[in-house]
Structures are given as structure tokens and as C-alpha cells.
């Protein structure tokens, strides 16, 4: 597995991951596949431009140059909230979740995030019923300290999100 941060060049393989996520796994995202497909590949280009502030990160499974998954994370810019960090797009295609893929973008993320100057926390949030991404949040320490009820409306259906929180 290697990890690393993705940059503007990657934009075509992030873009087409992307869709994938958002057309297999709509209740996981905020955003849907049909707003993101009229994106420009300019915008993921942009998306893809790194900072202190926000960055995203690849995972590609040992011998091969596909991008299997994503996280983003994006570290507040306000002087009162800038000990805080969100975590955003973590998604792994089916084919590599068996091969730690998602564990392992998690980690390097972590990672990162320590090492910034006056980083104290990451924030994300989970839909409530996807349990294998919430025990592998919680398996790398991050807490659940609510639950937003009726967070996203899909169709006629209301889903509810846990927010999670990780002091680091």
C-alpha cells in the first residue's frame, strides 16, 4: 500500500473516484453525484492544490498506479478555531477495503495532523448506520460525542450522523 498526497495532476483519477464513491455510496456524502459531475476537471484541479490549511491524501495498492481511496482534511483558518481539523471524503473503493486501505489513509492522516503546529483535534462525522467506518474510526481513538438527527435527506429517507472527535 502507498500513501500520499494527491496533487493537481491527480485530478482525473480523484475525479473519477470520486463519482464512484458518490454513485455507489450516496447516503455516505453530502454532496451527490450529479452536482459534482458537472465540475469542471479545473475544479478537482483546485480541490487538489495543497496548503497548510487542507490537503488529500491517495492510496494506491502495492504494484499498482489506481487510486483505490481518499481522505481529506481541511484545518480551520479562524484564529479561535485553529486548533481544530475536519476530516472530509474518506472513501475506499470495494476491491481495496480488504487490503487495509482505509485504515492506512486514516493513519498517515493522523499523522500529518500531529505533526502541524498547534493542531488539537480532528472532527468528523459518519452517517449513524455505517458501522465498519465507525469501528474503524473508533479503532484509531476517535470518539462519538453526538448524533445530529435527520443530517441528510436522501429521497424520502432521513439519515441521522454521529460526530466524532479525536484529540490529538
Do not use: C, W
Not at 479562524?78 to 475506499?92: D, S
Request: zero cysteines; aromatic letters at 8%.
Amino acid at each position: 500500500m502507498h500513501i500520499r498526497t494527491l496533487t493537481p495532476s491527480d485530478a482525473e483519477d480523484y475525479r473519477a473516484l470520486r463519482l464512484q464513491s458518490l454513485q455507489q455510496h450516496p447516503e455516505a456524502f453530502l454532496s451527490s453525484y450529479e452536482a459534482e459531475a458537472k465540475l469542471s476537471i479545473e475544479t478537482f484541479r483546485i480541490r487538489l492544490d495543497s496548503s497548510d490549511e487542507h490537503f488529500t491524501l491517495g492510496a494506491f495498492l502495492d504494484g499498482e498506479q489506481r487510486l483505490a481511496g481518499t481522505a481529506t482534511l481541511f484545518r480551520e483558518s479562524r484564529p479561535k478555531i485553529q486548533h481544530k481539523a475536519h476530516v472530509y471524503a474518506v472513501y475506499v473503493e470495494p476491491g481495496a477495503r480488504k487490503h487495509g486501505a482505509g485504515r492506512e489513509l486514516m493513519l498517515e492522516l493522523i499523522a500529518q495532523a500531529k505533526a502541524a503546529p498547534e493542531l488539537e483535534l480532528l472532527t468528523l462525522t459518519v452517517t449513524s448506520n455505517n458501522v465498519p467506518a465507525k469501528r474503524l474510526y473508533e479503532s484509531l481513538g476517535f470518539v462519538r460525542y453526538g448524533t445530529e438527527p435527520k443530517a441528510m435527506k436522501l429521497g424520502s429517507e432521513y439519515l441521522d450522523e454521529d460526530l466524532m472527535v479525536l484529540m490529538l
